[in-house]
Each structure stands twice: as C-alpha cells, then as structure tokens.
C-alpha cells in the first residue's frame, strides 16, 4: 500500500490564464469588427459599382472574420492560452486586409490629371456602355474601371487628354 501512495503524485492545481490573454483578445475582436465594417464598405464599393463579380459573403467578412477567429480563440484557450491569443488575434488582422487586397486585384486604376464632372462621367458610361468610378487619394486621382474595359478607357482618356 505505501508502493502506491508513493507512485501517484498529487495533482497540480490548474494555472490560472494571464487576464490579458483573457481579456484582450475579444476586445480586439470587436475593434477589428468595427474598423473592418468601413474598410470592407469602402473597398468593395468599386467592385459593386462596376458589376465586378465577387463572393457576396465579403460584404459580411467585418462579421464573419473575427467571429470565426473569436470561436478558434475559444476552442484553443484552454489548452495555449498566450500563443492563442496571439495567434487568433494576428490571423484575424490579415485575414482582414485580404479583402483590400482582393478588390484592388480585381479592378483596373489609370491615373488621370483631372477628375471628370458629372455630365463627362455620364456621357463617357453612355457612350462606352462601362461604368467607371473615380478616387482620389495622396496620390492624385484615378478613375477605376472593370480590368476587360481598361484598354478601351484609356484609349477614350488618352483621345480627351487627361492620362496622366
């Protein structure tokens, strides 16, 4: 009998996690939720005003991303409670910035030196059948069009004069 008092130790208390690793990780969920619902608004827009075809589940993925790495945080705490948080809070910043990555792949940008008025805006979709959306940003400004009518609008830019 004293063989087996020996032979089985006692059981270690469970170690507490850090409250950070507790309580950061879903505070950054819902900032990365709510700084991604303008990002996703303001990059997507282009791709839905020029009938861009893409996932329509996008337009959620404010939700759907730090949600899913908010649920992988949950299932993973327990057992790695800093490396998950970490890692789930990391992998839902990127995964975020690939929707800015996938709509800036997905149109084409010609710079031009001046921003079209509204009338050459309407009269330049009539006459080519295309819309275009124009930006401006630090950089100048660009009118953005669908990548298979890039050619043809910076031919018609190119005959008005204002290709940079």
């Not at 970490?86 to 084409?108: G, M, S």
């Not at 030196?113 to 006459?127: G, I």
Request: glycine share 4%; net charge positive; proline share 7%.
């Amino acid at each position: 009998m004293a063989e087996v008092a020996i032979d089985n130790r006692p059981v270690q208390p469970r170690k507490r996690p850090s409250s950070a690793a507790t309580l950061l990780p879903p505070l950054l969920f819902l900032g990365a939720m709510i700084m991604a619902a303008d990002f996703t608004a303001i990059d997507l827009r282009p791709l839905h005003v020029l009938h861009v075809p893409y996932l329509k589940a996008m337009d959620y993925a404010h939700f759907i991303i730090p949600g899913a790495c908010a649920l992988l945080w949950l299932a993973t705490v327990q057992k790695w409670p800093n490396a998950s948080s970490i890692i789930c809070v990391l992998l839902c910043f990127v995964l975020i910035d690939q929707i800015r990555a996938y709509a800036q792949k997905h149109v084409a940008r010609l710079p031009v030196t001046r921003w079209l008025e509204t009338d050459e805006a309407k009269s330049f979709e009539s006459r080519n059948g295309f819309p275009i959306y124009q930006v401006g940003s630090k950089d100048g400004e660009f009118v953005i069009v669908a990548p298979e009518n890039a050619a043809r609008a910076r031919d018609e830019f190119s005959r008005l004069g204002i290709v940079r």
